[in-house]
């Protein structure tokens, strides 16, 4: 079984449409994130979530929408795409409350906006 | 605000040769560090962590790393690399009680066989 799974793996899309990433792990953790990498590999943080509440929302445009239905899913959504949000996001989780800080990571999501 | 830095953007180096890539933190308060490590085209996996006790850990695939609290550091070590150790390699911190893992920008680590 996967630990954090993410669908799709690729995503190629003209700019302008609307997009989402689903992300879901079974690893029973309290915590999941997302994670952009460009094309440097530099990775940062997009959001956090803790229990289904946002804890971390970093200076992403609002065109990103994260949404945690249930502590095991993080699906983000990405309204009127630009060619700059081409990059890999990456998404992970991790068990906070037992101060297990370690993050696991799901395969990716390789997004390409043409 | 926490921060890492990697003083090494891309280290190449051959077979069997020793490794360390530096890494040196910011937070004012208590850390658990960790190197994750990136095989091309793969998503990131945990090479080793630090949470507290002994500073010098281990992790899989003969890397270690230590933890120097009074230099901010957290250096990864290997004694002898082999071509399969080709990959991006990222330190991170986490500060106690916060709920963000910040990376460092990276190490690209290329073996010539």
């Known amino acids: 079984d996967t630990a954090v799974s993410q669908t799709p793996k690729y995503l190629v899309t003209q700019m302008g449409n609307d997009k989402s990433i689903k992300c879901e792990q079974n690893l029973g953790h309290d915590t999941m994130y997302w994670y952009k990498q460009d094309s440097k590999k530099f990775l940062k943080i997009m959001f956090s979530y803790n229990n289904k509440e946002l804890i971390i929302n970093e200076t992403v445009p609002n065109r990103f929408s994260p949404k945690s239905p249930d502590k095991a899913h993080l699906n983000l959504h990405i309204n009127s795409l630009e060619l700059g949000d081409s990059a890999v996001y990456f998404c992970a989780s991790s068990q906070m409350g037992q101060g297990r800080t370690e993050a696991f990571f799901g395969q990716g999501t390789r997004l390409t906006v043409v | 605000a926490q921060s890492v830095s990697q003083h090494n953007h891309h280290v190449i180096l051959s077979e069997a040769a020793s490794l360390e890539l530096g890494c040196n933190y910011s937070?004012?308060?208590?850390?658990?560090l960790f190197w994750y490590v990136q095989y091309p085209g793969q998503h990131l996996q945990l090479l080793l962590k630090y949470f507290s006790g002994d500073p010098l850990v281990k992790g899989i695939k003969g890397f270690e790393a230590e933890f120097i609290k009074s230099k901010f550091s957290f250096n990864l070590r290997k004694p002898s690399v082999q071509w399969s150790d080709t990959a991006e390699y990222f330190c991170a911190l986490s500060g106690a009680g916060s709920y963000q893992l910040t990376f460092g920008k990276g190490t690209k680590l290329s073996v010539i066989p």
């Open positions: 937070y004012g308060g208590t850390v658990n």
